[in-house]
């Protein structure tokens, strides 16, 4: 038989190679071919490495003794125990297996999460190990052995009730691991409430993307998206997120314009909620002022030196202040917060922008303590905020030009109060000398 007028073999450990063979009619129309499947000893899955190099060996003969010219092992399991020794054994031959399509897979979009769905022998042997270390850079691969499935697939009932409820099964703790992009966007501005000079957000938060990107390399595995939107400019924000969920994730105009209009209307609903909800809080600021006032009477009553603490929204966390509201009392001092007394001075503009509310408050009570003789004022930092630098410096300001004691106290993780101890010593000193003096 002439070598043109040879067949080409398929071989496989049961029906699966069928898809080979077609895709290989389709490059090859004018070749002819043999297709082997072992139905009879499959799965080879669950074999013993030894028992499934046997059978591809003795397969691959009885295919060279019909003539075959070249043999197509269309089975993971098979390539992996055999392929090799084939190889060593039949030098001539043109002899080709097959691996799992971890390469297509992991190159089909950048950094990827891919799940590998193959016989538990495919996954242990060392064929495959070299191919998962060639990739694992560029991706994250999840190895998942599937006893069983052979067999569902063997007996015809791949599209049947218990192949689904068996994948379900066996994919469900992976379905839910990883994600293939993370969508975390840089807002320089927050929402317009006219109650301040700007509507900036913290340049932490704005920017905490970026810091991120730069920051965490494990984000290198997946796409990171971190563009620039802005949420209060309503019209400009969807034309931007259409042309960002079309261009990243394929999402179409209509669908993206529908998913903005219901963030809005979910918004405005939360801000009409909020008003309805309105007495609630005016009651709520009513009781910390009375609250403040009644300390405030307190101390005076008992000649008790009265300090006014200012800070973040967040230091009222006990995790984050240490209970320093504590140790000043321990001191002798009243404390009150200034929020309980800013409302007692009304807005004046300062020589920097009010960016947030409650760096109005802490101006605004500083200006008030100012008036008071028995007052001082202790300002809370934390973390090193960049607009701490800013803040500092006006309460500085605005104490100093009223005759005050400026305290700073910068608390961070660190439990320990000694240092604070003893800025609030020195300022107990300096109240008792200017009393003195």
Excluded at 12 to 39: C, N, Q, W
Excluded at 100 to 116: D, E, G, N, S
Excluded at 245 to 270: N, S
Aim: charged share 25%; aromatic share 10%; glycine share 6%.
């Amino acid at each position: 038989m002439k070598k043109s007028e040879q067949p080409i073999a398929v071989f496989d450990s049961g029906v699966g190679g069928i898809s080979v063979l077609r895709e290989m009619v389709k490059i090859m129309p004018y070749e002819d071919f043999i297709y082997y499947g072992d139905s009879k000893h499959a799965p080879y899955g669950t074999k013993s490495l030894e028992e499934v190099r046997e059978l591809t060996i003795a397969h691959t003969r009885e295919l060279l003794d019909q003539g075959a010219k070249a043999v197509a092992i269309a089975c993971n399991t098979a390539t992996s125990a055999a392929v090799r020794i084939l190889r060593q054994m039949y030098p001539g031959l043109p002899l080709v297996g097959i691996e799992p399509a971890l390469k297509p897979a992991v190159l089909f979009k950048p950094y990827p999460t891919v799940l590998v769905m193959a016989t538990p022998m495919t996954i242990r042997e060392e064929k495959f190990h070299r191919l998962l270390a060639k990739y694992e850079h560029q991706a994250t691969i999840y190895p998942l052995p599937c006893p069983g499935l052979m067999e569902y697939v063997e007996g015809g009932q791949a599209d049947s009730p218990e192949v689904r409820e068996f994948l379900r099964d066996l994919l469900g703790e992976y379905l839910e691991k990883g994600v293939d992009a993370i969508f975390y966007p840089c807002m320089s501005y927050n929402f317009d409430e006219k109650t301040s000079d700007n509507n900036y957000n913290c340049p932490v938060v704005a920017y905490y993307p970026e810091l991120i990107a730069a920051n965490v390399p494990s984000l290198k595995q997946t796409r990171f998206l971190d563009p620039y939107v802005g949420l209060w400019r309503r019209k400009d924000f969807k034309k931007r997120a259409v042309k960002m969920m079309e261009a990243d994730f394929g999402i179409p105009k209509r669908e993206t314009e529908g998913a903005v209009d219901a963030a809005y209307a979910a918004y405005d609903a939360y801000k009409e909620d909020l008003r309805a909800t309105g007495r609630a809080y005016d009651a709520y600021v009513q009781d910390v002022r009375q609250t403040g006032k009644a300390y405030i009477d307190y101390a005076r009553a008992h000649g008790m030196p009265i300090i006014v603490v200012c800070g973040r929204p967040y230091h009222i966390d006990p995790e984050i202040n240490h209970g320093i509201n504590d140790l000043i009392t321990s001191f002798g001092f009243v404390l009150v917060t200034e929020d309980a007394l800013s409302y007692l001075e009304g807005y004046a503009p300062r020589k920097v922008l009010n960016q947030w509310t409650f760096q109005s408050r802490m101006y605004n009570a500083a200006r008030y303590v100012c008036t008071q003789p028995d007052m001082q004022v202790v300002q809370l930092v934390s973390f090193g905020c960049g607009t701490d630098a800013i803040t500092t410096d006006e309460m500085r300001s605005i104490l100093e030009d009223g005759d005050k004691l400026y305290t700073q106290l910068k608390i961070d993780d660190i439990s320990n109060l000694g240092a604070v101890k003893i800025r609030i010593r020195s300022l107990m000193a300096a109240i008792d000398a200017r009393k003195e003096n």
